[in-house]
């Protein structure tokens, strides 16, 4: 009997000091680890992984050209149609432009009954005025937009040369993609309009290439909604309209009744954060300004708590400009909030067959998996529940978004190669 207790005890004291992590079920099963092994044998996959490494200098002279290609917000027309020949030149059996701008390339595969898509995002961070000339330092590029995520681009080119020179066929249509609109207030705009509700083409599966090192298997979408909120006044001189409402002192306590509530309710509870991120307004110093806005930002991985935080700062802005005008000024300020972006959240099972194949391939090259959460394309077929996930670029790299953007090809092939994988895995090899 004692030692059966001791026993209990000693299994109790396992368990306490496994990390939570290892008891989610985040394990490998055994099917896909024997699907990869298969896969990764395959004498046609073998000659495409031969293709990919042959192919590594074109793929940095590709990202070097697509890199001085610029793909300002709203403004990548000029990468799309480079994008565009690329693809062409690699082998797509059909290449195109939607009515949004996103570029889009078809492989046929045998039975045509699915659609498997290999995305990387087109726009970048930054305007159309700055200098995107890629630098050598070494064995190290510099230039913005280097990694972020015009190396995604890159490898998806190399992906579909890989293919077609190993002449793999796949049972699913493969759809090779490069969308608009995924940075900042370009709100997703490319993936949203391709997963529309009267879109042509329905997506079975979602791959896209985005962030940093191989090992990233992004399976959650991190949502957010950002609003630009305008606070409206007459205006006037500062000694001669003294005691006019002023929409600086409105929005003023506007942050505050935000901060005060939003602080509250995200100290407990699922991660939710929020952030006032830009201020603006006013003419000059001596002038009581006629209209000063600021643009928020509110995130949450739970679609419920999202909504919450959401209805805490319209309910806060409404109440600060209700407050403010029943204090002892002349006139009134009025309020416009204006919708900037939103994003959906949500999360896939790690048992999805889509994430079990990316975290076995990912294992395959000796790389251990990691789940992850981000806010990337994949957010929109994640919300959807249509199974898709986000793996790393490779390489090593930093300072993205920044104009000392880096990218450094180490062992950079090996990422192209796991692309490839999971995309095959998840249309199926039929020859």
Known sequence: MKKALKLIVLVIMVIAVVPASAQDSNEIEKKYVKEVEKTVRHKRVVKAFEVIDSQDAQ???????????????????????VFKEMLEAAGAD?????????????RKGTEGNRNVVLDAHLDTV???????????????????GIGDDTR?????????????????????????????????LGDLRGVKHLFREDAEMKIDSWISIDGGSIGRVNSGALGSKRYRAVFKGRGGHSWGAFGLANPHHALGKAIDYFTLAASKYTSEGAKTSFNVGRIGGGTSVNSIPFESWMEVDMRSLSPERLLEIDSIFRASMEKAVE??????????VTLVLEKIGDRPSGRHPADM????????ATDEFGIKPRLTTGSTN???????????????????GGKGHSLEE??????????????ALVTLLEAGIAN
């Open 94 to 106: 059909k290449v195109w432009v939607d009515e949004i701008g996103n570029v889009l390339a078809l």
């Open 152 to 184: 995604g681009l890159s490898m998806v080119i190399t992906v579909l040369k890989a293919l077609n020179v190993a002449d793999i066929k796949t049972k699913s249509d493969l759809i090779f993609i490069g969308t608009v609109g995924e940075e900042g």
């Open 353 to 360: 067959p889509l994430i079990q194949r990316a975290m076995a």
């Open 323 to 332: 407050d403010y005008n029943a204090s002892d000024v002349d006139d009134k």
């Open 378 to 396: 994949s957010n929109i077929p994640i919300s959807l529940g249509i199974p898709a996930v986000t793996i790393g670029r490779g390489g090593r």
């Open 126 to 144: 930054f305007p159309i005025e700055t200098d995107v000339t890629v630098k050598e330092k070494g064995d190290t590029l510099l230039a913005p």
């Open 406 to 419: 880096w990218w450094l090809n180490q062992a950079g092939a090996r990422a192209v190669k796991l692309a």
């Open 59 to 81: 793929t940095v002279q590709n990202l070097i050209t697509l890199t001085e290609t610029p793909a300002p917000p709203f403004k990548e027309e000029e990468r799309a149609q």
